[in-house]
């Protein structure tokens, strides 16, 4: 029986609850990742699916550390709506802004109320803790390409997810 080891390439569906243990995050199509290569997947992740084999559901409490990490009140601002451009006056809005680097980070209109809009730089779950469902669907060997990437390759396009 194949199981999670290193350099595996490993497909999970998964899905994200909230602390009310809602779904606010789903993936019904298989996500790939090659197991401690480095893929970007949460490590709280990878270490739960350790050992694991296909058709094996692992819960995963992961606190905002291990998640979407604590809240940083230095990227919420609050504006009068004056000073905003009518097509972002809206909750939900995502304004899109870049610093002197270059680097572009997306905000998110979270109120409106008496004349002032509040934009929150912070992921939607940051400071909570949340439960991760996954399920691994597929295992094989990572190719050195795949493992020097930490994703798989394309078949037909020869390009990395």
Known sequence: ????????????????????????????????YVQGANSGILPAIES???????GDRVEIALSPEEGYGLRDESLVFVDDIDNVPPEFRRVGAEVMFE?????????????????KLTLDGNPSLAGQSVTCLV???????????????????????????
């Open 48 to 54: 739960a699916v350790a050992g694991r084999k296909i």
């Open 99 to 115: 610093n002197e680097s270059g680097e572009t980070k997306v905000f998110y209109v979270t109120s409106i109320e008496d004349g």
């Open 1 to 32: 029986m194949v199981t999670v080891t290193q350099n595996k390439l490993v497909f999970i569906t998964y899905s994200i609850l909230d602390s009310r243990g809602m779904v606010v995050e789903q993936h019904d199509i298989p996500v790939g």
């Open 135 to 161: 399920n691994v669907t597929d295992i094989r060997d990572a190719t050195p390409e795949e493992i020097r990437n930490g994703r798989p390759l394309d078949v037909q396009t020869g390009t990395v997810h």
